[in-house]
């Protein structure tokens, strides 16, 4: 069974730093490409940053470029999301998923980024003073 599990998020002040993870059980996670997503009330849904599942390239969403660090670690079937210098626009429901495409793309970055098939309920993070 496929599960995607986020956590690490919460209260933060600005400037401050969280890293969320996303646990996922039921595939091989090197071969996927995992995007993680946010969502805030009243907002569109963005992608946000996106790791390549061939050859663990990067990708990042204007809006956190410079701040924000996707990674993997294989052996622990976890993807992470470093986030630095955070603010209050940051705040949102983040979730991770994945469409479990074989070496599919990373999909444009952005406000509107189209979901994927297998996402997670996702994790809070509210950054304010």
């Known amino acids: 069974q496929v599960q995607l599990v986020e956590s690490g998020g919460g209260s933060v002040q600005p400037g401050g730093s969280l890293r969320l993870s996303c646990v996922t059980t039921g595939f091989i996670l090197e071969y996927y490409t995992i995007v993680w997503f946010r969502q805030a009330p009243g907002k569109e849904r963005e992608g946000v940053s996106c790791i390549h599942g061939d050859d663990d390239d990067t990708s990042y969403a204007d809006s956190v470029k410079g701040r924000f660090t996707i990674s993997r670690d294989n052996s622990k079937k976890t993807v992470y999301l470093e986030m630095n210098d955070l603010k209050p626009e940051d705040t949102a429901q983040y979730y991770c998923?994945?469409?479990?495409?074989?070496?599919?793309?990373?999909?444009?970055?952005?406000?509107?980024?189209?979901?994927?098939?297998?996402r997670g309920k996702g994790t809070l993070v509210t950054v304010s003073s």
């Open positions: 998923a994945s469409d479990l495409l074989y070496n599919r793309p990373c999909p444009s970055l952005g406000p509107g980024t189209g979901d994927l098939d297998f």
